[in-house]
């Protein structure tokens, strides 16, 4: 059974910076693609970004050059370094991994979630 547990959320003045975990484990996850997704109140959920398996990355324009994903492969454990967060960055912030084998980085299809880290950004 696949479990993903995020950490690191928190409440943070606009400009501010924070920086999320997400620790895998109940198999090994080579091969896994691993992803962050957020929802905010009233809306869908949407992708943030994703990392392969070899650090292969992919970001949503809305945080291209103010966030970054990456991975500690050994710990299971992928990070989301958020920098210069604006208050839309408010939401629930998941983590998700789903099996795909190639370098790819998908923004759907993800067969296993997190239960979600609140993120709030004051302005």
């Known amino acids: 059974q696949v479990q993903l547990v995020e950490s690191g959320g928190g409440v943070v003045q606009a400009g501010g910076s924070l920086r999320l975990s997400c620790a895998a484990s109940?198999?090994?996850?080579?091969?896994?693609?691993m992803g962050w997704f957020r929802q905010a109140p009233g809306k869908e959920r949407e992708f943030v970004a994703a990392?392969?398996?070899?650090?292969?990355?992919n970001y949503a324009d809305s945080v291209k050059g103010r966030f970054t994903i990456s991975r500690d492969n050994a710990k299971n454990t992928e990070y989301l370094q958020m920098n210069t967060l604006k208050p839309e960055d408010t939401a629930v912030y998941y983590c998700?991994?789903?099996?795909?084998?190639?370098?790819?980085?998908?923004?759907?299809?993800?067969?296993?979630w997190g239960q979600g880290t609140q993120v709030t950004v004051s302005s």
């Open positions: 990392i392969s398996w070899s650090g292969a990355t």
């Open positions: 109940g198999r090994t996850f080579s091969g896994y693609v």
């Open positions: 998700a991994t789903k099996y795909t084998q190639a370098p790819v980085t998908p923004t759907g299809g993800y067969d296993y």
